[in-house]
């Protein structure tokens, strides 16, 4: 029985990893159709100087020098959830068949990092009502969270290698988004701190800051595919 039950763990492992990072991937997609859905409806919305955040609040006026008006507030929030959650779900997945001598627990940790602060945005919208709430700072919390701990995440797979694919391409594609989305972070707190754009506006530098844990996460999900697939 013992033998049994052996040979038939490798397929139970490969089966958990595909759900995975089927999860992840859903995650993604969904995420970047429910914010270009939700700022298609937004009057006047702007990539490059309105936050991500915007779309989510259901609070219409002036808000800190930005006109709000996100009629589809809960779809955005909806996807700000779903990805937390999903994300969450996938790494638990993916990691379960992991040592820890191979970077699973880092790894986990990151994930629910990143997952709880980004249901944190959806849950608590950067809003004036939230201010009022004395609230804001939750939603900031949740910001940061969800950005460092996802490319936080990125660079530990690129380094470590061995929880995803030891794929030396996969490892450098890794490194340099979560850098790069790390980098771009500083240049938002930069560009806030200073009261005026460096290069690029706000809304640029949060993007490249969260785009790359998207592409992260979707990159990711097609090396687990074509690993179990050679596998």
Known sequence: MIEDNRKFTPKLDRSSARLGATAWLVSSLLYLACEAMTASAFPGYSYAHNYISDLGVPDVGDFM?????????????FGFIARGLLLLIGSLLILRPVS??????????????????????????SSPTSAAAGLIGVHTLGALLAILGGNTMALVAGLRGDPITTLR?????????????????????ANISLARSILFADGIWERLSVYTIIAW????????FARDRSS
């Open 217 to 224: 996460t979707l990159v990711s999900s097609f090396a687990i």
């Open 169 to 189: 391409s996969y490892r450098i594609i890794s490194i340099a988004l979560g850098a790069f989305g790390g980098a771009s972070f500083i240049m938002l707190m």
């Open 65 to 77: 020098g930005r006109f709000l008006n996100s009629p589809l507030h809960a779809v955005m929030n």
């Open 100 to 125: 820890v001598a191979r970077g699973r627990t880092p790894l986990l940790i990151l994930a629910l990092l990143h997952s709880v602060g980004i249901v944190l945005v959806g849950l608590v919208p």
